[in-house]
């Protein structure tokens, strides 16, 4: 008989099994477990229990492909002229341009394969497994399918287990499910179609044991376990390239197709018409081609990311990834992990229902500052809540302490937020235990779904406070107690209504009961059995995982901006609907649960995504689905998140959002960005980061790129008009790398502009040079045109030579470069105000500094050699102001017809 047992590929639904079939399949025994030699056999089959690594890049291949753009190849094409035309020292900056670039790109991006490692690193080391008929420590790495694994609290689970006998175990799955609170186990069989959340009879590799203990069999190990399904999808998933680095290629390749088309038109023209020299034809061919490549581009590029970098920083994003600073900007979708990212991954009592009053509770999280009110009124005194707040002290085996600024529990989430609950009451868990000392217990067990301690005061009179699923504590209450201290019968209808409007809301709902001086009660051995049908109920309470107050306001910040935030949880999905009407998420009505996602097609899933903005109960595939569902709609999304679930939505979203705090090293590793205060308005902080940093691109390419225009025409009027050329190709390359770069570099020092969060994001297609931004270079570029035309040949008019008319004209398109900077700093808004300019103090210094180039690039002997140039005389430079003053109220003219045509 074949003895091999089914893998997880052969997808077995282990959890809707019952144990000895479960365990029938697997060809196992649970008192013997395998034998060695069984072990053995199936571990030549199954192979280790590890992740597959892959094949790793290396890091020379990585670096290679940091020159693969086509602006880079443009940028190298410029050298290669360069090096044609002798110019050694020009080319070589352009070369060490490219390679800086490079390098930044190789540092910053190279992290991204370690995802993989980090999931790697959540595995066991060693498993405690029972091996002919003996409990032994194993590694990790040999378990196979069928082997039977005992667990205890504190240890990590090894691989996927079908549990076959539970005690009280509870584990925590929030990387894998998204759930706040630790999960319950049970040996019970569940439903076929459960998600991963739901198999409550199944533990998986990589969780950690709460509390209690468990045997368990093997179901599947390596690449078959849920962790292992994870890391497949985050391999495959394939990282987008940002919308910032698709359109530098767009441009990149029509910046290369327009200066081919006009070298080719030119050569045809000069050699053919105006039947030139080649030799002359060839040089005007190359200076037009030098003028037209932007090549400070990159660079200017580059600080401004890394500016935008520094600048969130201060904001609490680390960015991993040049790139994704812009992405932010132009983000129209934000899909939101909810546990730890838009809560506080932090249970807190909301909610108290006592016999006579149903009361609100605020806080923040287990800090013990906030207030209990009743019909929005501050509570004053109510006997029955301080009975309330006694048994949260003292029916509690939680410990909950303050380290570094923030409360820490160790134990039950939920038992830790009593604590603060009992505060907010007005009690001390120091007083409360001195007064009332602990004599005997029953422990919290999964069986029976509650715990109780017999306490007794200094007067020796006992009481037994109980607290528990609220069903059970209901169903062993005969009397609900009163603020009068009057003990009356239960009203078992009001308390099961409240139950279920406290569930409804997605709190968690417990009971809260208690009775004096309780009889028959076997003192110093309680057990489940022994727990009183006759218990007074003292009140139902509602706990949450609150979400964070600044979520809120950075969420309202979001929808101002048009960009629309939705949530993505592994929650349950009345839970996630709470919550989302709380933050201002979709209509606190509608959402939907995995099954749902998973019984839609590609198309349908597009449908619906436009109109839902809360999905609970989401395993990782369903996160990817619904981020490429919105991508397919032509939305940019950011995905945020901690868990090992999130990872691939993280890796496939235009930008992943990792926490930095509470998030796993997996999705740090996936993500571009990481919130160092695991805080969601630190996200908004980094759109409108994002965004000032897409505006400041933009103004630095419609600076620069006038610039380059107005140089190439000045070469090709000369050419079509007949005469001296006005600009040589090394005084091009002097503008181009030295002027226009110093000034170009302001741009990128630029303050938030009013109104930045109030704008709609950036469209998908929208090029990098608009119709209005080729309107602009065409204008500007004209206009540099003329002024540079007009003060060579003023210059000629006074009888100057051509290597002093070539001054003025390279100091002349340089002045007005200076001036167009002012016009610059605001695309379409007047910037005619001193008080303006006076908000970016690296303004006068980038222009300072220019000046002081020019003056020596005029009158500094070695550079007049290098670049042909010779002494001007003063009387030139006032006219030269002059010009460029009124070419800078030709500018603000345009701009405000601009205006004009755009309020109309």
């Given at each position: 008989?074949?003895?091999?047992?089914?893998?997880?590929?052969?997808?077995?639904?282990w959890?809707?099994?019952?144990?000895?079939?479960?365990?029938?399949?697997?060809?196992?025994?649970?008192?013997?477990?395998?034998s060695?030699?069984?072990?053995?056999?199936?571990?030549?089959?199954?192979?280790?229990?590890l992740?597959?690594?892959?094949?790793?890049?290396?890091?020379?291949?990585?670096f290679?492909l940091?020159?693969?753009?086509?602006?880079?190849?443009?940028?190298l094409?410029?050298?290669?002229?360069?090096f044609?035309?002798?110019?050694?020292?020009?080319?070589?900056?352009?070369?060490?341009?490219?390679?800086?670039?490079?390098?930044?790109?190789?540092?910053?991006?190279?992290?991204?394969?370690?995802a993989?490692?980090?999931?790697?690193?959540?595995?066991?080391?060693?498993?405690?497994?029972?091996?002919?008929?003996?409990?032994?420590?194993i590694?990790?790495?040999t378990?196979?399918?069928?082997?039977?694994?005992?667990?205890?609290?504190?240890?990590?689970?090894p691989?996927?287990?079908?549990?076959?006998?539970?005690?009280?175990?509870?584990?925590?799955?929030?990387?894998?499910?998204?759930?706040s609170?630790?999960?319950?186990k049970?040996s019970?069989?569940?439903?076929?179609?459960?998600?991963?959340?739901?198999?409550?009879?199944?533990?998986?590799?990589?969780?950690m044991?709460?509390?209690?203990?468990?045997?368990?069999?093997?179901?599947?190990?390596?690449?078959?376990?849920e962790?292992?399904?994870?890391?497949?999808?985050?391999?495959?998933?394939n990282?987008?390239?940002?919308?910032?680095?698709r359109?530098?290629?767009?441009?990149?390749?029509?910046?290369?197709?327009?200066?081919?088309?006009?070298?080719?038109?030119?050569?045809?023209?000069?050699?053919?018409?105006?039947?030139?020299?080649?030799?002359?034809?060839?040089?005007?061919v190359?200076?037009?081609?030098?003028?037209?490549?932007?090549?400070?581009?990159?660079?200017?590029?580059?600080?401004?990311?890394?500016?935008?970098?520094?600048?969130?920083?201060?904001?609490n994003?680390?960015?991993?990834?040049?790139?994704?600073?812009?992405?932010?900007?132009?983000?129209?979708?934000?899909?939101?992990?909810?546990?730890?990212?838009?809560?506080?991954?932090?249970?807190?009592?909301?909610?108290?229902v006592?016999?006579?009053?149903?009361?609100?509770?605020?806080?923040?999280g287990?800090?013990?500052?906030?207030?209990?009110?009743?019909?929005?009124?501050?509570?004053?005194?109510?006997?029955?809540?301080?009975?309330?707040?006694?048994?949260?002290?003292?029916?509690?085996?939680?410990?909950?302490?303050?380290?570094?600024?923030?409360?820490?529990?160790?134990?039950?989430?939920?038992?830790?937020?009593?604590?603060?609950?009992?505060?907010?009451?007005?009690?001390?868990?120091?007083?409360?235990?001195?007064?009332?000392?602990?004599?005997?217990?029953?422990?919290?067990?999964?069986?029976?779904?509650?715990?109780?301690?017999?306490?007794?005061?200094?007067n020796?009179?006992?009481?037994?406070?109980?607290?528990?699923?609220?069903?059970?504590?209901?169903?062993?209450?005969?009397?609900?107690?009163?603020?009068?201290?009057?003990?009356?019968?239960?009203?078992?209808?009001?308390?099961?209504?409240?139950?279920?409007?406290?569930?409804?809301?997605?709190?968690?709902?417990?009971?809260?009961?208690?009775?004096?001086?309780?009889?028959?009660?076997?003192?110093?051995?309680?057990?489940?059995?022994?727990?009183?049908?006759?218990?007074v109920?003292?009140?139902?309470?509602?706990?949450?995982?609150?979400?964070?107050k600044?979520?809120?306001?950075a969420?309202?910040?979001c929808?101002?901006?048009?960009?629309?935030?939705?949530?993505?949880?592994?929650?349950?999905?009345?839970t996630?609907?709470?919550?989302?009407?709380?933050l201002?998420?979709?209509?606190?009505?509608?959402?939907?649960?995995g099954?749902?996602?998973?019984?839609?097609?590609?198309?349908?899933?597009?449908?619906?995504?436009?109109?839902?903005?809360?999905?609970?109960?989401?395993?990782?595939?369903?996160?990817?689905?619904?981020?490429?569902?919105?991508?397919?709609?032509g939305?940019?999304?950011?995905?945020?998140?901690?868990?090992?679930?999130?990872?691939?939505?993280?890796?496939?979203?235009?930008?992943?959002?990792?926490?930095?705090?509470?998030?796993?090293?997996?999705?740090?590793e996936?993500?571009?960005?990481?919130?160092?205060?695991?805080?969601?308005?630190?996200?908004s902080?980094?759109?409108?980061?994002?965004?000032?940093v897409?505006?400041?691109?933009?103004?630095?390419?419609?600076?620069?790129?006038?610039?380059?225009?107005a140089?190439?025409?000045?070469?090709?009027?000369?050419?079509?008009?007949?005469?001296?050329?006005?600009?040589?190709?090394?005084?091009?390359?002097?503008?181009?790398?030295?002027?226009?770069v110093?000034?170009?570099?302001?741009?990128a020092?630029?303050?938030?502009?009013?109104?930045?969060?109030?704008?709609?994001?950036?469209?998908?297609?929208?090029?990098?040079?608009?119709?209005?931004?080729?309107?602009?270079?065409?204008?500007?570029?004209?206009?540099?045109?003329?002024?540079?035309?007009?003060?060579?040949?003023?210059?000629k008019?006074q009888?100057?030579?051509?290597?002093?008319?070539?001054?003025?004209a390279?100091?002349?398109?340089?002045?007005?470069?200076?001036?167009?900077?002012?016009?610059?700093?605001?695309?379409?808004?007047?910037?005619?105000?001193?008080?303006?300019?006076?908000?970016?103090?690296?303004?006068?210094?980038?222009?300072g500094?220019?000046?002081?180039?020019?003056?020596?690039?005029?009158?500094?002997?070695?550079?007049?050699?290098?670049?042909?140039?010779?002494?001007?005389?003063?009387?030139?430079?006032?006219?030269?102001?002059?010009?460029?003053?009124?070419?800078?109220?030709?500018?603000?003219?345009?701009k405000?017809?601009?205006?004009?045509?755009?309020?109309?």
């Open positions: 008989m074949d003895q091999t047992p089914p893998s997880a590929k052969d997808a077995v639904a959890h809707a099994l019952p144990c000895d079939d479960a365990l029938k399949q697997l060809n196992s025994n649970s008192e013997q477990g395998l060695a030699n069984e072990a053995a056999s199936r571990l030549k089959t199954h192979g280790l229990n992740l597959p690594t892959g094949k790793k890049q290396s890091a020379f291949m990585r290679v940091q020159f693969n753009n086509v602006l880079v190849y443009v940028l094409g410029a050298a290669i002229l360069k044609a035309l002798g110019l050694w020292l020009d080319a070589s900056i352009i070369l060490a341009v490219v390679f800086l670039n490079s390098l930044l790109g190789f540092l910053q991006e190279g992290k991204a394969a370690q993989l490692e980090s999931i790697s690193k959540m595995l066991s080391a060693d498993a405690r497994t029972l091996r002919d008929g003996d409990a032994r420590m590694p990790a790495e378990l196979v399918p069928g082997d039977i694994v005992l667990l205890e609290s504190g240890d990590k689970v691989a996927d287990l079908r549990l076959i006998d539970v005690k009280n175990l509870r584990t925590e799955e929030a990387a894998l499910t998204g759930e609170v630790p999960a319950d049970t019970d069989a569940v439903a076929a179609n459960a998600t991963v959340g739901d198999r409550e009879s199944m533990v998986f590799s990589g969780t044991v709460v509390s209690g203990r468990a045997t368990g069999v093997v179901v599947a190990t390596g690449s078959n376990t962790l292992g399904r994870i890391n497949q999808l985050l391999a495959n998933v990282t987008l390239e940002t919308p910032l680095i359109q530098i290629e767009n441009f990149g390749y029509k910046i290369t197709a327009t200066i081919a088309v006009i070298a080719v038109f030119v050569f045809i023209f000069a050699f053919w018409i105006r039947e030139m020299a080649l030799v002359d034809v060839f040089q005007a190359i200076g037009i081609a030098v003028s037209v490549i932007p090549e400070g581009l990159p660079a200017i590029i580059t600080i401004t990311l890394a500016i935008g970098v520094q600048r969130m920083a201060q904001r994003s680390i960015i991993r990834r040049l790139p994704a600073v812009e992405t932010l900007g132009s983000v129209s979708r934000i899909c939101s992990d909810k546990t730890g990212t838009l809560t506080l991954m932090e249970m807190m009592v909301v909610s108290a006592t016999a006579e009053a149903k009361y609100k509770v605020s806080g923040n287990y800090a013990p500052e906030g207030q209990i009110t009743k019909d929005g009124t501050t509570l004053s005194q109510d006997s029955v809540l301080d009975l309330v707040g006694r048994v949260s002290m003292l029916c509690n085996d939680a410990e909950i302490h303050q380290v570094d600024g923030s409360w820490k529990v160790e134990g039950d989430p939920t038992e830790g937020a009593l604590y603060p609950f009992a505060n907010k009451i007005g009690l001390t868990r120091a007083t409360e235990q001195a007064n009332y000392k602990r004599v005997d217990s029953i422990p919290f067990e999964s069986e029976h779904r509650f715990m109780a301690t017999l306490n007794e005061d200094a020796g009179q006992q009481m037994l406070l109980v607290k528990g699923a609220p069903e059970v504590i209901l169903a062993h209450c005969s009397h609900q107690q009163l603020q009068s201290g009057e003990i009356v019968p239960l009203d078992l209808a009001y308390f099961s209504a409240a139950s279920d409007e406290l569930a409804g809301q997605g709190e968690r709902v417990l009971g809260l009961a208690w009775i004096q001086q309780p009889q028959g009660l076997n003192v110093g051995s309680l057990s489940a059995a022994d727990l009183p049908k006759n218990l109920l003292l009140s139902l309470i509602g706990l949450l995982d609150p979400p964070r600044e979520a809120i306001e969420i309202k910040e929808h101002a901006g048009g960009i629309r935030v939705t949530m993505i949880t592994g929650d349950h999905k009345i996630a609907a709470a919550i989302a009407k709380m201002g998420i979709g209509d606190g009505k509608t959402a939907m649960e099954i749902e996602v998973e019984k839609l097609s590609a198309e349908e899933l597009r449908e619906r995504v436009k109109t839902v903005d809360v999905f609970a109960r989401s395993s990782p595939e369903h996160k990817l689905r619904l981020v490429e569902a919105i991508q397919a709609n939305q940019i999304v950011a995905m945020t998140g901690d868990g090992v679930n999130d990872a691939p939505a993280l890796k496939k979203a235009d930008i992943g959002v990792a926490m930095g705090i509470k998030g796993t090293e997996v999705t740090k996936a993500a571009e960005m990481v919130l160092a205060d695991d805080n969601f308005a630190s996200i902080a980094a759109v409108k980061e994002g965004r000032t897409y505006n400041n691109i933009e103004k630095a390419i419609l600076f620069l790129l006038p610039t380059n225009f140089q190439g025409a000045v070469i090709m009027a000369a050419i079509f008009l007949g005469f001296t050329m006005p600009i040589t190709t090394p005084q091009i390359l002097w503008v181009n790398m030295i002027t226009s110093a000034l170009g570099l302001v741009c020092f630029e303050p938030h502009e009013k109104g930045v969060m109030l704008q709609q994001p950036r469209a998908v297609d929208r090029p990098l040079l608009n119709a209005f931004g080729l309107w602009r270079v065409i204008f500007i570029g004209s206009s540099l045109v003329a002024y540079t035309l007009w003060a060579f040949f003023w210059m008019g009888g100057a030579s051509d290597p002093l008319a070539r001054t003025v390279v100091n002349a398109i340089t002045i007005g470069q200076c001036f167009y900077l002012l016009n610059s700093r605001y695309l379409i808004d007047s910037s005619i105000s001193i008080k303006a300019h006076l908000e970016n103090q690296y303004l006068p210094m980038g222009i500094a220019v000046l002081v180039l020019q003056l020596l690039f005029t009158y500094f002997a070695p550079l007049q050699a290098i670049f042909d140039t010779e002494a001007m005389p003063m009387y030139a430079w006032p006219m030269l102001f002059a010009g460029g003053l009124v070419f800078f109220f030709f500018v603000e003219a345009e405000l017809i601009m205006r004009l045509k755009r309020k109309a």
